[in-house]
T-cell receptor
Framework: ETGVTQTPRHLVMGMTNKKSLKCEQHLGHNAMYWYKQSAKKPLELMFVYSLEERVENNSVPSRFSPECPNSSHLFLHLHTLQPEDSALYLC????????????????FGSGTQLSVL | AQSVAQPEDQVNVAEGNPLTVKCTYSVSGNPYLFWYVQYPNRGLQFLLKYITGDNLVKGSYGFEAEFNKSQTSFHLKKPSALVSDSALYFCAVRDRGSTLGRLYFGRGTQLTVWP
């Protein structure tokens, strides 16, 4: 195991539902990330948090709302999603500081496979 | 714009044979280059990175990668493939000038090693 735990592993939701994805890292890292993995497409960086402060929002629709209450936990709140949002959502963490190798070596969780009906 | 290209969706090789997974990059300055591997039902795992120095970089599980500046390539290689190497491999690049260190990933290459 990489030390990054994501729950749930699988999630099926309707377009009107509200759900949350959870990520917890046990590595003492200071940065956490959400990535979206769709079949045959590059991984898409969604959000970056450094020391609990959001440092990047990669033009993600507002129906995705991240929350980072502390350096060990990261959430992705979902509401009124679309079928095209179905994908594997990966959480990652790293021990870096902005400007000095930030985000180089990432430790990923196993992901949440999301299906939007 | 920074990007990487993995021209092959699928690579098949027999166990014991050498393998190569291709990657080319495009960055505005000098690159940091990475390879990650994803086993079934798992997240990505770091394999190796090129920052500077020797063009041949050694990584985990016997993998190595060769940086070629003139061809803007960073191909992943292993002299003798194992069935357990079967996985999805991602190349990634970061512009040295980027303060946020954002990684740009390729689409991935599915490696299948036949026994």
């Amino acid at each position: 195991e990489t030390g990054v735990t994501q729950t749930p592993r699988h999630l099926v939701m309707g377009m009107t539902n509200k759900k949350s994805l959870k990520c917890e890292q046990h590595l003492g890292h200071n940065a956490m990330y959400w990535y979206k993995q769709s079949a045959k497409k590059p991984l898409e960086l969604m959000f970056v948090y450094s020391l609990e402060e959001r440092v990047e929002n990669n033009s993600v629709p507002s129906r995705f709302s991240p929350e980072c209450p502390n350096s060990s936990h990261l959430f992705l709140h979902l509401h009124t999603l679309q079928p095209e949002d179905s994908a594997l959502y990966l959480c990652a963490s790293s021990q870096d500081r902005i400007g000095t190798g930030f985000g180089e070596k990432l430790f990923f969780g196993s992901g949440t496979q999301l299906s939007v009906l | 714009a920074q990007s990487v290209a993995q021209p092959e969706d699928q690579v098949n090789v027999a166990e014991g044979n050498p393998l190569t997974v291709k990657c080319t990059y495009s960055v505005s300055g000098n690159p940091y280059l990475f390879w990650y591997v994803q086993y079934p039902n798992r997240g990505l795992q770091f394999l190796l990175k090129y920052i500077t120095g020797d063009n041949l970089v050694k990584g985990s599980y016997g993998f190595e990668a060769e940086f070629n500046k003139s061809q803007t390539s960073f191909h992943l290689k292993k002299p003798s493939a194992l069935v357990s190497d079967s996985a999805l491999y991602f190349c990634a690049v970061r512009d040295r000038g980027s303060t946020l260190g954002r990684l740009y990933f390729g689409r991935g290459t599915q490696l299948t090693v036949w026994p």
